[in-house]
């Protein structure tokens, strides 16, 4: 057999066009502005009209006047009023059925029916032979009366008008089952779950993707209790709204999925008839930005302590930095200068460290995700932990993390496990156990949890234990240290829950947004740095990260490679170049969305190209190790 080809609008037309000159009766349709769209030949014939009356687009009211005036319903006084009155009953669009005389003596049927999406189809049916073998019937069965005779007309004609009803409700029908078939497969495909439940709490309608936002559900969930179809946990958290609606009013809540740590927000909205619409998303993502975003917002602080002598001394220090570098991988270097350079390059590190620390004092907070491998931090961790546990403490670490770096401020989650270590350590006092577990919840979060077998928190600790100064440590607490892992954690996007532990001891929760990163290594790099000392160090360090290194001095001479060599795969450039332009001017001469671009500077935070700078991409404040770039870099990737 052959392969069906489809046909296309034009050959439909004409086919449909044949089939309709072929019927025995007269058929027109109209549209709900009164004209004609579609009509046969045998209307044509019927009523013997004119070629133009029966072009798509005459009006109705012209082919009623037309009949009016060739004496087609008989002698009309007002040819204008009374086609006025039937475009009127026209309008109207009420199925209806009637049979009349015309003025050639052929009597005719004319059964009209409404479609749904307006206007009518009316069907014009020569019935003088049919009237006339009703009539010799009429004339020659003496046995039938004419009650019955009568009788039997009034049903034939009121199954007329019944089946033209019928007709038209099928047409309905066919209508409402595309509307439906359509809504319901927009409703599929929405990332959300739509559903209804009835007064009795009953699902009446779903569009099936409750699984996608409550996990571990079922999708087919008609006719089922919304008690069983959410489960006992997650149909508790929703009661209280549920009992709102089924009230009359409106309700929306969001609530955390115990079984998958995501954050889902429901509105349910009353019908009339005391059911209920409920609308289920998924904002997990959502309320992790708006958490940060909130916490930023509250940690604005004001202070300019530092001025243009921190711009100088970073400098120097890089300068050191790489001196010392160059010294340390000189051959036949004696053991004990080997001593002093590293402890010349502890040095200036430290200083670089104390820099950024005065800056982090004098500014705001910035959450700075880097590339970080869980299980090296972890490890890290535990080392500069353990000197301050006593003997009789154990540390305990159980990381159950992914191999692949992850996106996390590795300074700051640091510093607050370390913080809340400590506070593990002071609960447990001379014996006991501080363990840290660490694993990923699904695909959403990075749970950190350090539990102790000490004395637990207070109902009060439990309360207020997160509030600035609250401390139960007397004059040695300061109350800022769970203060600042909670800032810490907020600023992040993340969760922290303080609770006891059913055998004692208490336990610190803080999950953090699971952001998983790839390696960049190797490429063309372009290096931007008008001090040569500087250009060296840094061209160093490029290269051992497997580029290749091409050079310039000030935003024109960057310009103009970057024009020649489409390939670069990454910019390194210091705000502050030779000649007018800054690194600020070759940002905007560069699409920063396809080639990452870091600027370094020894401008300190406040300093107005600083705040620009970072305002736009990332700034790294010098001096800063391989290690930084390399973090920041797997960052941008991820962007």
Not at 287 to 298: G, H, I, P, Y
Not at 367 to 387: N, S
Not at 437 to 453: G, M
Not at 597 to 617: C, F, K, R, W, Y
Request: charged fraction near 20%; proline fraction near 4%.
């Amino acid at each position: 057999m052959g392969q069906l080809v489809p046909l296309n609008q034009i050959a439909t037309q004409t086919l449909t066009a044949a089939g309709l000159n072929l019927i025995g009766q007269g058929l027109t349709i109209f549209d709900s502005d009164l004209r004609l769209a579609v009509s046969n030949a045998p209307f044509q014939e019927m009523f013997e009209l004119p070629d133009h009356l029966v072009e798509t687009g005459t009006s109705f009211a012209t082919t009623i006047r037309h009949l009016a005036l060739q004496g087609e319903y008989g002698e009309v006084d007002d040819i204008e009023a009374f086609v006025m009155e039937r475009a009127r009953v026209a309008r109207a669009f009420e199925p209806h059925y009637m049979e009349r005389t015309r003025s050639n003596g052929r009597i005719i049927s004319v059964e009209g029916s409404p479609l749904p999406e307006g206007g009518w189809i009316t069907v014009y049916t020569d019935i003088t032979s049919t009237k006339k073998q009703e009539a010799l019937l009429r004339g020659r069965s003496e046995e039938l009366s004419d009650q019955v005779l009568a009788h039997t007309e009034e049903l034939a004609s009121t199954n007329r008008a019944l089946a033209a009803t019928v007709s038209a409700l099928g047409e309905t029908k066919r209508h409402l089952t595309e509307v439906e078939a359509r809504t319901r497969l927009t409703t599929e495909m929405m990332p959300a779950h739509i559903a209804h439940i009835d007064e009795t709490g009953h699902y009446t309608y779903s569009n099936r993707r409750l699984r996608t936002i409550v996990r571990g559900r079922p999708n087919n969930i008609v006719g089922l209790h919304i008690s069983q179809a959410l489960g006992a946990d997650v149909y508790a958290k929703i009661k209280p709204a549920l009992t709102t609606a089924f009230d009359g009013e409106n309700a929306v809540m969001e609530f955390t999925d115990a079984l998958s740590a995501n954050r889902i927000r429901v509105a349910f909205t009353p019908d009339t008839r005391g059911g209920v619409y409920i609308l289920s998303m998924d904002v997990t993502k959502e309320t992790q930005a708006r958490v940060a975003l909130q916490q930023t917002r509250k940690r604005e602080l004001a202070a300019q302590l530092t001025s243009g002598l921190a711009h100088d001394f970073s400098n120097l220090l890089t300068i050191i930095l790489g001196m010392q570098s160059k010294l340390g991988r000189l051959e036949g270097l004696p053991e004990s200068a080997k001593a002093l350079v590293d402890g010349t390059l502890n040095a200036a590190k430290r200083g670089g460290e104390l820099l950024g620390s005065i800056a982090e004092i004098t500014t705001q907070r910035v959450h700075r995700p880097r590339a970080t491998h869980l299980r090296t931090l972890l490890e890290d961790t535990q080392i500069l932990a353990a000197p301050s546990l006593p003997k009789g403490v154990k540390f305990v670490l159980n990381p159950q993390v992914p191999d692949a770096p992850v996106l996390l401020d590795q300074g700051a989650i640091q510093d607050a496990l370390l913080n809340l270590i400590l506070n593990a350590r002071d609960a447990c006092g001379s014996n006991g156990k501080v363990t840290l577990d660490v694993s990923t919840v699904h695909d959403t979060w990075i749970e950190f949890t350090v539990s102790d077998t000490g004395t637990g928190f207070s109902p009060e600790a439990l309360e207020h234990g997160c509030d600035p100064f609250f401390t139960t440590k007397g004059s040695e607490g300061t109350g800022l240290g769970l203060p600042m892992v909670y800032d810490i954690t907020k600023l992040a996007g993340g969760d922290l829950r303080l609770q006891n532990a059913y055998n004692g001891g208490a336990s610190v929760r803080l999950r953090l947004p699971l952001r998983l990163c790839p390696d960049v290594t190797g490429g063309l790099a372009l290096l931007v740095e008008d001090n040569d000392d500087l250009r060296a160090f840094y061209r160093e360090m490029l290269i051992d990260m497997g580029h290749s290194v091409i050079e310039a001095t000030s935003t024109d001479e960057a310009t103009a490679l970057i024009a020649d060599l489409p390939d670069i795969a990454v910019i390194l450039s210091d705000i502050k170049l030779n000649g007018e332009g800054t690194g600020l001017d070759l940002l905007k001469r560069i699409d920063i969305a396809k080639t990452p671009v870091v600027l370094m500077t020894s401008l300190p935070p406040n300093d107005p190209l600083h705040q620009e700078g970072q305002a736009i991409t990332t700034v790294l404040s010098k001096p800063f190790a391989q290690v930084d770039l390399v973090n920041v870099l797997k960052s941008k990737v991820t962007q």
